[in-house]
């Protein structure tokens, strides 16, 4: 009896002996998406702490001096994502070669500054599986920079949006080094042209993806470009030297291309395009958005030998009626149309297209203010049931009654935008009926109440986000409602609903998913209601409580104890003073803060809290700081990485009348 108590005693005080590390891996696969999870099994025991340095492959930390120490641990990292770190040297850059080498596969620098060649070069050398890197907004890489890239000869995919230093001799380089390529995005680098491009396009025979947006381009390039057998995405948009005339003789067969973005190509028009599409007849989705052209029966001709066709957009181009019925005639098998400020679009061309498209899931008719009766949305459900998208911003002459229709005809609704619009409570009740909606946005709908939002909660559980910006017949009952019966939430915007008080931040508090709050301009709310946010709210990364001038010092308290994944606050126009914004900086992630016309704000204060705040990305505040501020402290924060934006009294933005900005947008309309 002895032993067998002896044994049983062993058993308890070891009671993850029955695990193997298999095991262990499945279940930090299911806890993977919460870092706290995984930080809290970590700290179990230290057969899981080392368990889970083993299982762990992708990393993004916060501050680029923790490098060294989080690479000791996790030396298999495959995916290491840097954007959090603004300032990333050299010597970062060497110290990551040496600790991860022949693991890394992917590395993120999109947001990050101070690194040169001779970084990239280690990089190059000792990451010899390196398949994919993003240097995009290096505004200083240059074609020695260029040059060393061309070393790292396993990578696939490549991004160096913004590099404006590059010349056609860099990208040369890359094409004859980076032979496998298969993505390569060269955005905004202004310095390339068609000698450079035409280079791609004979040593890297593997690309698929390619991304010469607002590059100094002519058509000239793109008779090499289209001769590339395994070309499946091609994005010209803002490339004003695409003409008609230099694709004239353009002449192709790449069937392989699915995807065309043509989009702001000023002086490209139905000739040109029917060039460009003449070989594309296995064409997917073609972005022709802010064109010159009017999309009419003649322009909508040139789409006949494109019948695969599933996604189009046409944003802010003139549209006739004929036009519209051509598409649906020519391209059925559509099933995303996207009309945003097509302000000529009218009932009966929306009509005769969407008639057209049984298969239909996503449509964007924002801002098609001409759009007024019934019909046309009763015909838009009645036609496309399988729609899991419907954005009508700003359609402001549909009555209620055509809201009723959304509901009873397109249950498998995921997002719904219906901002600046005439739906009242009846229409949010047959719209709870969409089991499946995850997004809402009801901004500026003046004719919603609690009422409308009750049905909402009740209906809609698998709610993410909800957009109730200066929805003004909201109370704290709707709020209530919404939290019960949407817990899954994760965004939701309160913005100038001045009748939320804290009942409201009380209430949504129970939503532990909350990841964005946004509630300015709420007078009624204080830092009582904003403690429960904190402790309840874990997941917090965005926060804004600007113009809530009972919010105070001890609400941030709060926040600096619980809220540790905070990343955005806005306290500008409350009664936070300098004890508060100190407190802030406990919050290791926090990146980015504005501070504008708080009272209780001294230089001492503000120049402390800036330089504890080591990840600071973005400072917002007042320009009357900015010469009370000493010169070598704001130096000291530019170069660590943090950027200043200062707003005075006269560029302070204007909050705007819910109906104001609506006039403002027919002023600049065509």
């Not at 954007?83 to 060497?94: E, F, G, I, K, Q």
């Not at 302000?343 to 009509?351: A, N, R």
């Not at 708080?598 to 705040?613: D, E, F, I, Q, Y």
Request: proline share 3%.
């Amino acid at each position: 009896m002895k032993k067998m108590k002896k044994a049983k005693e062993i058993h308890i005080s070891e009671p993850f002996d029955l695990l193997s590390e298999e095991l262990v891996f499945i279940i930090l696969d299911l806890i993977s998406e919460n870092p706290s999870d995984l930080k809290s099994f970590s700290l179990t025991c230290k057969w899981f702490y080392q368990v889970e340095a083993k299982h762990r492959k992708s990393l993004k930390p916060l501050r680029p001096e923790y490098l060294p120490r989080l690479l000791s641990r996790y030396r298999k990292t495959a995916d290491l994502d840097l954007t959090s770190c603004p300032r990333v040297t050299d010597y970062a850059l060497s110290v990551l070669a040496c600790l991860c080498g022949p693991w890394l596969r992917s590395l993120d620098l999109s947001r990050s500054a101070s690194f040169s060649a001779a970084g990239l070069l280690r990089l190059a050398v000792k990451c010899v599986n390196l398949v994919e890197i993003d240097l995009s907004n290096s505004t200083d890489l240059s074609d020695a920079a260029a040059a060393v890239l061309a070393e790292a000869t396993s990578l696939q995919r490549l991004k160096l949006g913004r590099c404006k230093l590059l010349t056609d001799m860099g990208i040369g380089c890359i094409a004859v080094g980076c032979r496998k390529l298969q993505l390569l995005c060269l955005k905004w680098c202004v310095g390339v042209g068609d000698l450079g491009v035409a280079l791609l396009a004979v040593k890297c025979k593997d690309i698929r993806t390619l991304d010469l947006s607002f590059l100094p381009i002519t058509g000239k390039c793109l008779h090499d470009i289209l001769r590339l057998q395994h070309l499946e995405e091609l994005l010209l948009e803002g490339c004003f030297g695409v003409d008609d005339d230099s694709l004239r003789s353009l002449r192709h067969d790449c069937k392989s291309l699915k995807k065309l973005d043509a989009s702001s190509c000023q002086n490209l028009s139905q000739r040109g395009l029917t060039s460009l599409l003449s070989g594309a007849g296995c064409l997917q989705r073609l972005d022709l958005a802010h064109c010159s052209s009017v999309i009419s029966l003649d322009f909508a001709s040139s789409l006949k030998k494109v019948s695969t066709l599933q996604s189009i957009r046409l944003d802010g181009c003139s549209v006739t009626c004929d036009g519209l019925k051509a598409i649906g005639n020519y391209c059925n098998s559509l099933k995303e149309v996207s009309l945003s400020k097509c302000v000529s679009v009218t009932d009966e061309g929306l009509l005769s297209l969407v008639m057209k498209l049984k298969d239909l899931r996503k449509l964007d008719i924002t801002c098609c203010r001409k759009l007024s009766g019934v019909v046309s949305i009763t015909q838009i459900a009645n036609s496309c049931p399988l729609l899991v998208s419907l954005k009508m911003e700003s359609c402001s002459l549909v009555s209620r009654e055509a809201f009723w229709s959304i509901g009873q005809k397109c249950g498998l609704l995921e997002e719904l935008d219906l901002t600046d619009n005439e739906i009242d409570d009846e229409g949010l009740k047959s719209i709870s009926s969409c089991q499946s909606l995850s997004s809402l946005k009801l901004g500026i709908c003046l004719n919603i109440t609690d009422k409308g939002l009750s049905y909402i909660g009740n209906g809609c559980s698998n709610l993410r986000e909800l957009d109730l910006y200066r929805s003004v017949g909201i109370t704290d009952i709707g709020i209530s409602s919404i939290a019960q019966g949407c817990i899954q939430l994760e965004t939701i915007n309160i913005s100038y609903c001045k009748d939320i008080t804290d009942k409201s931040l009380v209430s949504l508090s129970r939503c532990s998913l909350v990841q964005t709050l946004e509630c300015r301009g709420c007078p009624n709310i204080t830092s009582q209601g904003l403690a429960p946010i904190a402790v309840g709210c874990k997941r917090l990364a965005k926060l804004d409580v600007k113009k809530c001038p009972n919010i105070n010092d001890s609400g941030l308290l709060a926040l600096a104890h619980f809220s540790q994944s905070l990343k955005q606050i806005s306290v500008s126009e409350t009664g936070v003073s300098e004890v508060g914004v100190v407190w802030l900086t406990k919050i290791g992630s926090l990146q980015n803060i504005a501070v504008v016309k708080t009272s209780g704000l001294s230089p001492s204060g503000v120049a402390a809290a800036l330089l504890s705040c080591g990840g600071l990305r973005k400072a917002k505040l007042h320009a009357s700081l900015r010469s009370l501020l000493p010169p070598s402290l704001i130096q000291h924060l530019e170069a660590r990485g943090c950027a200043f934006l200062w707003k005075d009294n006269n560029t302070l933005q204007t909050e705007l009348d819910p109906k104001y900005w609506k006039l403002q947008l027919e002023d600049i309309g065509p």
